[in-house]
């Protein structure tokens, strides 16, 4: 553990990020996700609550939902996403 961050012997530390917008906008991508794996790399577990705007075709909706959900897994990042 880092010094002066008071945690229980043994307890794992998690954080859970809130996001109305969605992981898959720009400003997700260069600065959320990128600060989100370094955390995730510190061994602080991850998991994102976004939502999620609908577009306007569905198969480029579902590859970039794909995308986005492949780069979080492999950073083992958890992520539930609503509309």
Known sequence: MRPGIPVAE???LKTLYISYFGMTKHLSHSQVIPYLQGLA???IGVTILSFEEKTSSRGKEAEEMARVRALLSESKIEWTWLR
């Open 10 to 12: 043994g307890a794992a």
């Open 41 to 43: 790399s510190a061994g």
